[in-house]
């Protein structure tokens, strides 16, 4: 399996442009988590989907960020317009989840840095 | 909700030394997880070490193993006979089975330098 892939590895872009982050999860996985990383506040769930159905956006910081999972084999975070402080590392993870049966391990991309100027 | 705090942001040892992070936890659960993920400067987040928290013994994985608390919500990862390949952030994080639903809280992580 080639695990978590994620696009781009790196992005750079001026402040208002539009930004989307794709992530294709292992085959088989159901639940897919967005994090962010930043020196500041550390990793930061942002949403998840169970079975391509977003559960839980608490996360996202604000109207300029949206995510979408069309299918059980693709999502996207979208930044726009983007802002300086978006500036951030951020992760695709997934699990096949067995809820309450157990925990399963997590598994993460390799990460798309984010640099906004 | 739930939280984790790793309370040393920056550890250094002599390489083949032993090395203690510490993880402490807050939740009203009783069923769920821990786990001690690895980030080297790569940046790709790798699972060292995870521990259930209805099994009293503690996990181990060849040189890393943990010292599991449940009453007093701790859980320390120790790495023996350290390497350089060790040096990274290592990150405790949590998950609750509650609701059916896994999702990982982070502390802030320590970053781990082994020295040669």
């Known amino acids: 399996d080639a695990g978590v892939i994620q696009s781009p590895r790196h992005e750079v872009t001026e402040m208002g442009q539009e930004v989307t982050l794709r992530c294709k999860p292992i085959s088989g996985h159901n639940s897919l988590f967005w994090y962010r990383q930043t020196m500041m506040r550390g990793l930061e769930l942002l949403i998840y989907f169970n079975n391509n159905v977003p559960i839980d956006d608490s996360g996202m910081p604000e109207d300029r960020f949206s995510a979408k999972m069309p299918n059980a084999s693709f999502s996207t975070l979208k930044i726009q317009p983007s802002e300086p402080r978006d500036s951030a590392v951020y992760f695709c993870?997934?699990?096949?989840?067995?809820?309450?049966?157990?925990?399963?391990?997590?598994?993460f991309g390799a990460g798309s840095r984010l640099t906004v100027l | 909700a739930q939280t984790v705090t790793q309370s040393q942001p920056e550890m250094s040892v002599q390489e083949a030394e032993t090395v203690t992070l510490s993880c402490t936890y807050d939740t009203s659960e009783n069923n769920y997880y821990l786990f001690w993920y690895k980030q080297p400067p790569s940046r790709q987040m790798i699972l060292v070490i995870r521990?259930?928290?209805?099994?009293?013994q503690n996990a181990t994985e060849n040189r890393f193993s943990v010292n599991f608390q449940k009453a007093a919500k701790s859980f320390s990862l120790k790495i023996s006979d350290s390497q350089l390949g060790d040096t990274a952030m290592y990150f405790c994080?949590?998950?609750?089975?509650?609701?059916?639903?896994?999702?990982?809280?982070f502390g802030q992580g320590t970053r781990l330098t082994i020295n040669p």
């Open positions: 993870a997934s699990i096949r989840d067995r809820g309450s049966a157990g925990a399963n391990v997590l598994t």
């Open positions: 994080a949590f998950t609750s089975l509650r609701g059916g639903a896994q999702k990982l809280v």
């Open positions: 521990q259930e928290a209805y099994k009293q």
